[in-house]
C-alpha cells in the first residue's frame, strides 16, 4: 500500500541555519502531497501542499518540490527561527481518500 | 470559529475501563476524521465519518473500538476494555465536503493513558 517515509530526528540547527527534511514515498498513481506542522500542544496545520510532479509548494518560508522521479518532497527553509521548532509531518493523499502521514520530524531551533 | 475542539486533552483510565473521547468539528464542517498517534509512530487513519453515517472504518480496530457522529452533538471515538497498549494520542479533523483530503483542520489531540 501507498506508503510515506521521512527522515528521523530529532533535528537540532541554530537559528539562522538551512533546513532540509527528507521526505519519499511510495504510491501508485498520482498522489498529492503535503507537508503539515505541529507546534507544542497545537494540532496539526497544513503547511503547504503540491498537487501534481515539479509543483512547488511554499509557506512561511518553507518550500518543498513534487519529485516523481525521485518520488521526494524534501522540506526546506533557508534560514530557520526559533519559532520553526515544531514536528513537521510529510503524507500523501490519493483521489481524496484519508491522509497517510510519516512519522514526523521534531526541529529543535536554538537561538 | 473556534476550529476543531477534542476533548478531553487528557485522559487517564485503568485497564478494563472504557474511554470515551469527543470531537466537535469546525462549523460548517460534516466530515470527521480519527486518526491514532502510538510513541514513535506517525499518524495512522481510524476512521471516517459524516453526520450519521460511517463513511471508511477501515483503520478500526476489529475489537473494542467504535464511532459515531450523531446528527447532534460532537463525534465519539469510544474505546471499551481498554489495554496498555491503547495509549496514544488521539486526533480528530475535519472538512467541509469530501473534495480533498487537503482541506482538514484538526484538533489538538486527546492524550490517552492506560495504566
Known amino acids: 500500500g501507498d506508503s510515506v517515509t521521512q527522515m528521523e530526528g530529532p533535528v537540532t540547527l541554530s537559528e539562522e541555519a538551512f533546513l532540509t527534511i527528507n521526505c519519499t514515498y511510495t504510491?501508485?498513481?498520482?498522489?498529492?502531497l503535503f507537508w503539515y506542522v505541529q507546534y507544542p500542544g497545537e494540532g496539526l496545520q497544513l503547511l503547504l501542499k503540491?498537487?501534481?510532479?515539479?509543483d512547488k509548494g511554499s509557506n512561511k518560508g518553507f518550500e518543498a518540490t513534487y519529485r516523481k522521479e525521485t518520488t521526494s518532497f524534501h522540506l526546506e527553509k533557508g534560514s530557520v527561527q526559533v519559532s520553526d521548532s515544531a514536528v513537521y509531518f510529510c503524507?500523501?493523499?490519493?483521489?481524496?481518500?484519508?491522509?497517510?502521514f510519516g512519522k514526523g520530524t521534531t526541529l529543535s531551533v536554538s537561538s | 470559529n473556534a476550529g476543531v475542539m477534542q476533548n478531553p486533552r487528557h485522559l487517564v483510565r485503568r485497564r478494563g475501563q472504557e474511554a470515551r473521547l469527543r470531537c466537535s468539528p469546525m462549523?460548517?464542517?460534516?466530515?470527521v476524521y480519527w486518526y491514532r498517534q502510538l510513541p514513535e509512530e506517525g499518524l495512522k487513519f481510524m476512521v471516517y465519518?459524516?453526520?450519521?453515517?460511517?463513511?471508511?472504518e477501515s483503520g478500526m480496530p476489529k475489537e473494542r473500538f467504535s464511532a459515531e457522529f450523531p446528527k447532534e452533538g460532537p463525534s465519539i471515538l469510544r474505546i471499551q476494555q481498554v489495554v496498555r497498549g491503547d495509549s496514544a494520542a488521539y486526533f480528530c479533523?475535519?472538512?467541509?465536503?469530501?473534495?480533498?483530503?487537503?482541506?482538514?483542520?484538526f484538533g489538538a489531540g486527546s492524550r490517552l493513558t492506560v495504566l
Open positions: 504510491a501508485t498513481g498520482y498522489p498529492s
Open positions: 479533523a475535519s472538512s467541509p465536503d469530501k473534495s480533498g483530503a487537503n482541506v482538514l483542520t
Open positions: 465519518l459524516q453526520k450519521e453515517n460511517i463513511i471508511d
Open positions: 462549523k460548517g464542517h460534516s466530515h
Open positions: 503524507a500523501l493523499n490519493q483521489a481524496g481518500t484519508a491522509l497517510i
Open positions: 503540491a498537487t501534481k510532479a515539479d
